[in-house]
């Protein structure tokens, strides 16, 4: 089976994963990235030194947009559970863990360090119960909104889904 279909029998959320690999990979080229399995709090981590010698850890919380707009919403739940999450894996790895949020959007790709975004007030907003449907009921979110000002790395990559499957399919055919 080609893999333009093989991507295409794919869930939305699927798709999102292999896209976001791929994207990751290429605005981060020399980065040994890690990503995690299916449904873990957070989507990639790298280790690496800070510039004094630390040992660090960074999680990256990737989102794929399909909106360019001004600001993006990060759900306070979200940040939590990442936070919750860091103390124990900091005490059990014994590193220090950063948290990232990265947005895909058709505008660019955005990061924001999470330990900037703690203080910020949320916003209360009416939202999907679940990021993937359309016309659940709606329930109150506490939300960040994080403007792409406030980002602390932009990049001018746009995801192309087209050139992402090229590449796959050229992995494949050399693995023959």
């Known amino acids: 089976m080609k893999t ?22 290429d605005i981060l080229p020399k980065a040994k990235l890690q990503f995690t399995k299916e449904y873990e709090i957070y989507d990639a981590f ?6 004094v ?6 999680w990256f919380e990737i989102k794929i947009r399909n909106g360019a707009y001004n600001d993006y919403l990060l759900e306070d739940r979200k940040l939590q559970s ?8 900091e005490k059990r790895l014994g590193v220090r ?9 058709p505008s660019g ?11 910020v007030e949320t916003q209360g907003t009416n939202y999907s119960q679940k990021t993937t449907a ?11 909104y994080l403007s792409t000002k406030s980002a602390v790395r932009t990049f001018k990559y746009i995801i192309d889904k087209e050139e992402i499957i090229k590449t796959i399919e050229l992995k494949e055919q050399e693995s023959k």
């Open 53 to 58: 010698g630390e040992k660090l850890r960074s």
């Open 97 to 105: 863990i950063k948290l990232y949020y990265l947005n895909f959007t």
């Open 134 to 144: 359309k016309a659940s009921a709606k329930i109150q979110k506490a939300c960040y």
């Open 82 to 89: 990442l936070l919750k999450k860091r103390i124990v894996e």
């Open 109 to 119: 790709t955005y990061v924001w360090d999470l330990d900037k975004v703690l203080g």
């Open 46 to 51: 790298i280790d690496h030194l800070s510039p």
């Open 4 to 25: 333009t279909q093989k991507f295409n029998q794919l869930d939305g959320f699927q798709k999102n994963e292999v896209l976001s690999e791929y994207a990751m990979r």
